[in-house]
């Protein structure tokens, strides 16, 4: 069993380059000084590196780096949260200004405290991010902000360029992976984006790894574009720490090439697939295929 799990570690394909040049050191210098938090830190994303020093793009996190919730697949620290800082919104619109993005990804934490989910201030940050750089494409990741369909209204209302809501994992799998949310939960929130605004597109991600079926993995595109969803990503579980979930199978890049096949087949106008991707993974060039294909 130890042999085993000393394999499961690291295939071949998964070597990150690392990369600290002036780009990088730059970018973290920025987050610092406006008091800013990122996925790709908070999560400890593999690609931080590439998108840091070499795309120069980030996904912003908002609302805090407290989530109410402990995914036992996600790193990010869990507790009680901080109270709503409404200065955020300006301070990541300026950030945008400063990187030059034209694409920006807009995440947030799980706030089960906030009545909205934190629904008004992530649409105050869509208009600020809009207002002051109005060439930008604006992309959001939420939470599922308790299914209410009134809190996906609010981050609707506001616009933006792609709603992005992630399923995770297959049905079976939820519970043990996921706290608090829920597989039809997740669906209904994608669902409700959509009937809410059919021109701005969906977006969902699903990690794999986790011992879940090809046929499961199947099963979540069908139920994903039965949500009329535009946009799938897959990618890989990585475990972040030792108390998290362990890795129960990597897929190979060829197989993540076949589901990318198999997605598109399925009707998505585009899917991003592959061993390191994650929801936010080329997120510009993504929302570009995604028009291109409308």
């Known amino acids: 069993m130890a042999k085993q799990e000393e394999y499961l570690r690291k295939p071949e394909w998964l070597k990150i380059k690392l990369n600290t040049n002036e780009s ?6 920025l987050m610092r000084e406006k008091r800013l938090h990122t996925v790709c830190e908070e999560a400890k994303c593999p690609n931080i590196h590439e998108c840091w020093a070499e795309r120069k793009t980030a996904t912003f996190m908002i609302l805090g780096d407290i989530c109410t919730r402990a995914c036992r697949f996600c790193a990010v620290k869990t507790g009680l949260p901080n109270e709503l800082d409404w200065d955020e919104p300006q301070r990541v619109a300026e950030s945008v200004q400063v990187m030059g993005l034209k694409h920006v990804v807009i995440t947030a934490v799980a706030r089960d405290d906030l009545r909205d989910g934190g629904a008004a201030v992530f649409a105050e940050t869509v208009r600020q991010v809009r207002a002051m750089n109005p060439g930008t494409s604006i992309e959001v990741l939420p939470s599922d902000m308790g299914g ?3 809190n996906v209204k609010t981050l609707i209302d506001a616009k933006p360029e792609i709603f992005n809501h992630n399923i995770e994992t297959v049905r079976s799998l939820t519970p043990r992976v996921r706290a608090r949310a829920t597989y039809d939960r997740t669906l209904g929130v994608l669902k409700k984006a959509k009937e809410l605004d059919p021109t701005i597109p969906t977006k969902s991600s699903l990690m794999i790894g986790l011992g879940e079926t090809k046929e499961e993995i199947i099963e979540v595109m069908d139920d ?3 949500a009329d969803v535009d946009i799938m990503t897959i990618g890989q579980y990585l475990q972040p720490t030792k ?3 362990k890795i129960k199978k990597y897929w190979t ?7 990318k096949e198999i997605a598109l087949s399925k009707g998505f106008k585009h899917c991003e697939a592959g061993p390191l991707v994650r929801s936010s993974y080329h997120a510009d060039e993504q929302v570009n295929a995604a028009q291109a294909n409308a």
């Open 253 to 259: 890049p060829e197989e993540f090439a076949e589901l």
């Open 224 to 226: 994903l574009r039965a």
């Open 243 to 245: 108390s998290h979930l």
């Open 148 to 150: 209410k369909e009134e």
């Open 24 to 29: 990088y050191k730059g970018l973290k210098k």
